[in-house]
């Protein structure tokens, strides 16, 4: 994958970008479910429990908060084709090819203000099946581009920062910079920045 590419065109092997809406919700928390089942096999059930998302009222009004907000954005692989009808297989599975979704905004209540103007990453959740088609790096590279045209220099976000800390280590990859750790009703998470400033003058 070409990260200019990306950056140019938002769109890589088949998977597009479009602004989300309301009437993508089902979709956002498909995304979660499915990662909460991928975790839960791999016995981590720290980061979302163990439920599904998609019946959770509380969940439910969150998706919909963040798709009304005008700042999240979808990833479909029109190449996609859904599976079988029936079964767990296509409980389990996108909706409508939706394989990503991001959320930009303001910084979640439980973390500390930021100090000057930012974009932060409210949401951002990927399909498991579709791992290493780089979705994950075009909705942060979608984020940047927002961010700069928004003359915006600081792009920030949080995650879990529990178990062996491989989300954390995932958004290092992607250029962020730990920040200060926190707890939210026992949930351990770590802030994350990107200098964007600083990103283009090493590009210059």
């Known amino acids: 994958m070409s990260e200019e590419n990306v950056t140019k065109n938002f769109t890589i092997d088949g998977v597009t970008l479009r602004p989300g809406t309301v009437e993508d919700v089902p979709a956002m928390l498909r995304l979660m479910d499915i990662a909460t089942a991928w975790l839960v096999k791999k016995g981590q059930t720290g980061q979302w429990g163990t439920e599904r998302h998609s019946t959770n009222p509380d969940r439910i009004k969150q998706a919909t908060e963040l798709a009304e907000s005008g700042g999240t954005w979808i990833a479909v692989d029109n190449n996609y084709s859904p599976p079988k009808l029936g079964g767990e297989d296509e409980e389990l599975s996108v909706i409508n090819g939706i394989v990503g979704a991001i959320t930009l905004g303001q910084a979640n209540h439980y973390v500390q203000p930021a100090t000057e103007p930012e974009?932060?990453?409210?949401?951002?959740?990927?399909?498991?099946?579709?791992?290493?088609?780089?979705?994950?790096?075009?909705?942060?590279?979608?984020?940047?581009?927002?961010?700069?045209?928004?003359?915006?220099?600081?792009?920030?976000?949080?995650?879990?920062?529990?178990?062996?800390?491989?989300?954390?280590?995932?958004?290092?990859s992607q250029g962020f910079k730990r920040m200060e750790t926190f707890e939210a009703k026992g949930w351990p998470g770590q802030v994350l920045i990107q200098r964007l400033d600083k990103e283009d003058e090493a590009d210059s």
């Open 119 to 172: 974009l932060y990453v409210k949401y951002l959740a990927s399909d498991r099946a579709s791992s290493g088609k780089g979705i994950g790096t075009l909705l942060l590279e979608k984020a940047r581009a927002l961010a700069r045209e928004a003359g915006v220099s600081l792009l920030r976000l949080d995650c879990y920062a529990g178990g062996s800390g491989g989300l954390v280590r995932y958004y290092e």
